[in-house]
């Protein structure tokens, strides 16, 4: 039997190293070239063989640029693949930084000014490398394939969703899916798994309101969108208390509202932004109906036109039966003592999408201490000692479930 973890130890220098190199070159959303074609050259030294993955189509492009983002035409994923023959399981990583600026002094800080890895990708993208050696080393042993799921975009929501529409799950068929994600404020070495929903949908609605503005003192001869705006602020707000069951902890929170330039002009125009966050499939579908209906019936009530962007992240889904076949293989590398349950994760994460699509497990690592700075904090900070588990968790995931299947 390999012991992977014991393996792992060998390679934790090269794991940490390409760790430091992303961190000092972190890229945001989905066009990452500098990250991809690392990837690529340190698969190329595995021998390894990948493609790229992922395609940004206008639409959604158009959309994003609309929300504030820059504007992307590429989405720079890679798939790489090691052994053969069915069945296959997907490890994935993303690999995407944040626009924050970095506080911590570190020999390997950002050398970018406003970005940093501050969610761990880059620390994800060095486990799975770390682990793509493990299995290259016993290729031979592995009864089916692994693939490797290197993504961009996950701090945009749907960069895994852009790559699964480019074929990603295809070729050969993925059967079951397998990611981690380390966490800076829970304790080093322990594992958190959990069966069922674990993170949060979020729903993102962008109304931009068209009204007639004109000067303050002749209010009745426009239509005035920051009015409308706070008709809207209140209304959806409202929505929730009274047609969401108290038990499905749902939010909505409005995060911006734009509109207006002076006291003494009402605006044409105006902004509202706002997400709601939901575990429970039901709840959100009937909310998802509602929410447009509202900003129809306000804006409309109010004599003003409108128009919708939203953004939709699915819950993540850990299959409780594929949870149950990889625990043994969990534990032989954290120990049973190290494995813990700490429950649903207040976020969102877009390998949601890989896990509405087939049977997945997401598992949380613990890579600080309780009280550290969490992740999208600019002083958040890991303990690198605990890279070398995520690897030999990968790679112990795969090799033990392919062989339990070669075995049914």
Known sequence: MINFFEEAKNYEEQIIKDRRHLHKHPEVGFDLPHTQKYIQERLDEMEIPYTSCGTVPDEVREKYIKAGFSSQENCTGVIATIGHGTPCILLRADMDALPIQEEVEVDF???????MHACGHDSHVAMLLGAAQLLKNHEEDLKGTVKLFFQPGEEWGFGSKLMIDDGALENP????AFGIHIMPDQQAGTLSVSKGTLTQAMDTYIVDIKGNGGHSSQPHKTVDANMIMN???????????????????????IGAMNGGTVTNVIPDK?????????????TRDYLCERIPEMIDYV???????????DFHTPTTYNNPKFVDEITPLLQEVMGDENIVDNGVMSGSEDFSYISQEVPSAFVVLGTGEEGAPPVHNPRMFQNEDIFKYGAALHANVAMGWLHSQSEN
């Open 173 to 176: 068929k993925v059967d079951v």
């Open 270 to 282: 105006g902004v509202l932004s706002g997400n709601m966050r939901s575990y429970d499939q039901k």
């Open 231 to 253: 008709q809207l602020y209140t209304s959806l707000n409202l929505l929730f208390t009274r047609e969401a069951a108290p038990d499905q902890n749902v939010t909505f929170s």
């Open 109 to 115: 800080k950002s050398q970018l000014e406003n970005k």
């Open 299 to 309: 804006v409309k009530a109010w004599r003003g036109e409108y128009s919708i962007t």
